[in-house]
């Protein structure tokens, strides 16, 4: 099944630096590559994703490029803020749902504490 | 515009007790609805995961249970909770048709079994 590995564990940054998280998969059948962020005590927030169809996706101070012959994909945070702070994570998923069978549920991986110092 | 409501936000129970933990997702019709189970510093580990009323894929066993009542309500239930039931739990909705793998989380229920 697939396995998705996340790095680094922990990133602390300054205001305004770039902040970079990356992730590899192993199925090669994966196609959906969500990133979700997740503060203290509430639910993940999906805040960008990205089909295999494309290489990069951008949305104001985020990004997202993907590598599938590496298998890896990335998250890239621009000019970052305190607000940023929180942990990330990346999921990766193969194809539709079907009762019986998960080869469209989403893995993750294990996470990443972002803390962005002011 | 959707909307995902899980209750309660926190819970402490007794070793032994029942649970029950209720999902509901409003402005969206026949969605997949998932339950994830968050340790602390961890990550995500799918419960169940359901595509229809009465549809439901077990994931990983164990003493919990999940039911689908209502085309959009989800339940998880424990007759007698252990010690590692202890967690965060999340549900999780995706749309039923187009791309049905962008799941959208729930604000999470704390459980702390005692």
């Known amino acids: 099944g697939e396995n998705v590995e996340q790095h680094p564990s922990t990133l602390s940054v300054q205001e305004g630096d770039s902040a970079v998280i990356k992730c590899t998969y192993s199925?090669?059948?994966?196609?959906?590559f969500p990133w979700y962020k997740q503060e203290l005590g509430k639910g993940p927030q999906l805040i960008i994703d990205?089909?295999?169809?494309?290489g990069e996706k951008k949305d104001q101070r985020i990004a997202v490029t993907l590598n599938k012959t590496a298998k890896h994909f990335s998250l890239h945070i621009t000019e970052t803020q305190p607000e940023d702070s929180a942990v990330y994570f990346c999921?990766?998923?193969?194809?539709?749902?079907?009762?019986?069978?998960?080869?469209?549920?989403?893995?993750f991986g294990k996470g990443t504490k972002l803390s962005v110092k002011p | 515009s959707q909307t995902i409501h899980q209750w309660p936000a926190t819970l402490v129970q007794p070793v032994g007790s029942p649970l029950s933990l209720e999902c509901t997702v409003e402005?969206?019709?026949?969605?997949?609805l998932y339950w994830y189970r968050q340790a602390a510093g961890r990550g995500l580990q799918l419960l169940f995961y359901s595509v229809g009323i009465g549809q439901i894929s077990s994931e990983v066993p164990q003493n919990l249970s999940a039911s689908r009542p209502q085309d959009r309500q989800f339940i998880l239930s424990s007759k007698k909770l252990l010690l590692s039931d202890s967690g965060f739990y999340l549900c999780?909705?995706?749309?039923?048709?187009?791309?049905?793998?962008?799941?959208?989380f729930g604000p999470g229920t704390r459980l702390t079994v005692l």
């Open positions: 999921a990766a998923s193969s194809g539709l749902m079907n009762y019986g069978g998960s080869q469209g549920n989403l893995i």
């Open positions: 999780a909705w995706s749309p039923g048709t187009g791309p049905t793998d962008t799941q959208y």
């Open positions: 990205i089909r295999s169809n494309v």
């Open positions: 199925d090669s059948a994966s196609n959906y």
């Open positions: 402005g969206t019709s026949n969605p997949n």
